[in-house]
């Protein structure tokens, strides 16, 4: 499908599709470019079947499919560094999680003969870095696709098929969509995460220890996603900011809201509210995003 592939940096997504594609034996010759020394001395230690390459022209000029795998701040570094040459016919893709400003980077080069499929896998943890990767990451799990008006309908089902036989479940829609989907299921609970975590650990110092030692269920699980990647998110949120501001007044109209009825003693007003997200929880189940479970599906070890 694509013989040749390069990957452009190599953290918890990067080095997952590595480990992936050598897993299912998806390309004949891997190429991976990472600025970072330590990234790439803990790969090379991995021994596993890529090239390594610090020259970013080296990297893509034969590649069939070029993977974008770096923050989103680092994008403009990466293409205002030097004048990449791309190979003919080829794909190129990302990873990131908001898509308006990275488009306009990419559609302002004006590549010629290229296929721009704007991707992202709907996968992570809170752990970065390519000791964190690991090749099942992506299955069962939805990835985006959107293509660019210029990309060729036989390279978007290449690029489907790929992610596909990664594991993933693809889904295309346009940049506009997915950067409003993705304000709402991913970057709200990233900003509610990281506030809920600051007020938590400003309470008073003799309280401190025991909100740590007490975390229920809620709190502990607020503390795994504000455990993410920073500069990641710094990114995402400078990224998709029109959205996201219009979804975090949303929230704060809705809970001033609750305020106003916890402030009244208004109980019928709580028990509105509460069932109907409640309801939500049975439709993302039914979706096949989480299972009914206790604990919210987690495994133990």
């Known amino acids: ?91 190129l893709t990302d990873v990131g999680s908001a898509k308006k400003e990275i488009n306009k980077i990419i559609e302002d080069l004006n590549l010629k003969d290229i296929s721009w499929i704007a991707s992202h896998p709907i996968a992570g943890t809170e752990d970065s870095g390519p000791q964190a990767g690991f090749a099942e990451l992506f299955e069962d799990r939805w990835c985006i696709i959107s293509p660019s008006a210029k990309a060729k309908k036989e390279d978007i089902k290449k690029l489907k098929l790929f992610w596909e036989q990664l594991g993933s479940k693809v889904k295309t829609m346009t940049i506009e969509e997915h950067d409003h989907i993705l304000s709402i299921t991913s970057h709200l609970p990233h900003a509610i995460a990281y506030n809920l975590v600051r007020t938590a650990i400003n309470n008073k110092d003799e309280f401190k220890k025991d909100v740590i030692q007490y975390s ?86």
């Open 1 to 91: 499908m694509f013989n040749n592939i390069t990957i452009i940096g190599c953290g918890l997504i990067g080095s997952s599709i590595i480990r992936a594609i050598d897993k299912k034996k998806l390309s004949n010759n891997v190429t991976i470019y990472d600025k970072s020394k330590d990234v790439i001395s803990f790969l090379k230690k991995k021994n596993l079947p890529i090239h390594f390459s610090d020259n970013l022209n080296h990297s893509v000029k034969d590649a069939d499919l070029i993977i974008l795998a770096v923050p989103l701040g680092a994008y403009i570094d990466i293409f205002s560094s030097e004048k990449i040459k791309f190979k003919k016919n080829a794909v």
């Open 216 to 301: 229920a269920g809620g709190l502990r699980d607020f503390t795994r996603i504000a455990a993410s990647d920073p500069i990641m998110w710094r990114d995402i949120f400078l990224d998709n900011s029109e959205n996201i501001i219009k979804i975090l007044d949303n929230f704060s109209i809705n809970l001033e809201e609750m305020k106003k009825a916890i402030k009244e003693k208004n109980g019928d007003k709580l028990i509105k509210i509460f069932l109907e997200t409640k309801e939500v929880r049975k439709e993302i189940i039914k979706a096949g995003q989480d299972t009914k479970k206790a604990d919210f599906g987690r495994k133990k070890d």
